[in-house]
């Protein structure tokens, strides 16, 4: 994947305590990349993976000049979902407390990227199983390869869904889909997921990194206050009465229009020329 996304110089910041754990966050104003760096085993979960995500979203949510984030992984493939061998090395008895720790750091990860008020574009190649299904669930828009491939997973190994794929993916695949994929547990490819809604844009292999910069830049060129403030309308709409989010538009919409980007879009609209938004 490219490393050289658009933006100033580079300052790069590796959450990462030891190679083991496996997450880059690297920041290149007006763009910023959470890499899953555990190609070897699949950019396989571990709760240090976990909470590093955690940190790194947290860390995103304030870094002023980011503007748009980008999630991936290295190696052949974009996540296999947690790493099964921690639960195989532990006793059965062990496994229930073992798990509770893994989905509660994985949670907190999960609410984190998607509460970003950021654009977040998630970059899908190789297989991308379970608990790496739930975190393009997460994700905003999604770009994958061509030759990507889909798996739920969990039903595989006896288990239920985490990572919140069974609120996010009857919401974007809808519920019989979403049903039958967990009750199949068939590999899907990328084209039928975008077909379905799981994913935005398909590229071939070898223009996978030049779309994501393109699509990354295009992101981050955005008003990136009213783009938050419409991300937390789009998640907080499901939950409350329709009177309740008309209100919710409106105390966002006068927030928007005070913002220094909706200055410029009124103007450039005016004036018959593209809107050089600044994020503020």
Same mark, same amino acid.
């Given at each position: =994947?490219?490393?050289n996304l ?12 030891? %190679? ?16 899953? +760096? &555990?190609? %070897?085993?699949? *950019? ?10 955690? @940190? @790194?979203?947290? /860390?995103?949510?304030?870094?002023? *000049? ?10 052949? *493939? ?7 061998? =921690? ?7 062990? /496994?229930?407390?073992?798990? $509770? ?7 907190? %990860? ?19 199983? !379970? ?6 669930? #997460?994700? +905003?828009?999604?770009? %994958?390869?061509?030759?990507? &491939?889909?798996? =739920? ?10 990572? !919140? ?10 519920? $019989? ?7 199949? *547990?068939?590999?899907?490819t990328?084209?039928?997921a975008? $077909? ?28 990136? &206050?009213?783009? !938050? ?10 939950s ?19 913002? #220094? +980007? ?5 103007r450039?609209?005016?004036? $018959? ?8």
């Open positions: =994947m490219d490393r658009p933006g100033g110089s580079p300052e790069t910041t590796n959450l990462r305590s030891t %190679a083991a754990h496996g997450i880059r966050c690297e920041v290149r104003p007006p763009i910023a990349e959470i890499v899953l +760096d &555990r190609p %070897a085993d699949g *950019n396989t979960f571990t709760p240090e993976l976990l909470s590093e995500l955690a @940190a @790194a979203a947290v /860390r995103l949510a304030t870094e002023a *000049n980011v503007r748009a984030v980008v999630v991936r992984g290295s190696g052949k *493939n974009f996540c296999f979902g947690a790493n099964i061998d =921690m639960f195989l090395e532990e006793p059965a008895d062990r /496994r229930p407390a073992l798990l $509770r720790d893994l989905v509660t750091r994985f949670h907190v %990860a999960i609410t984190r990227l998607a509460r970003l008020e950021l654009p977040v574009l998630g970059v899908a190649h190789g297989m991308v199983v !379970g608990g790496g299904l739930a975190l393009l669930g #997460a994700c +905003d828009v999604v770009l %994958a390869a061509e030759s990507t &491939r889909f798996r =739920m997973g969990w039903s595989g190994i006896g288990i239920t869904m985490d990572g !919140g794929a069974t609120w996010t993916l009857p919401r974007i695949i809808g519920a $019989r889909r979403t049903l039958e994929l967990i009750s199949t *547990n068939r590999i899907f990328a084209a039928e975008e $077909r379905w809604g799981l994913v935005n844009w398909l590229a071939p292999e070898a223009d996978l990194e030049k779309r994501t910069a393109e699509i990354a830049r295009t992101l981050a060129a955005g008003p990136t &206050r009213a783009l !938050g403030l419409c991300k937390r309308l789009v998640i907080g709409g499901g409350q009465s329709f009177e309740t989010h008309l209100e919710d538009e409106a105390v966002a919409l006068v927030e928007a229009v005070g913002t #220094a +980007d909706a200055d410029e879009g009124l450039a609209f005016r004036e $018959r020329r593209p809107p050089r938004f600044s994020g503020r």
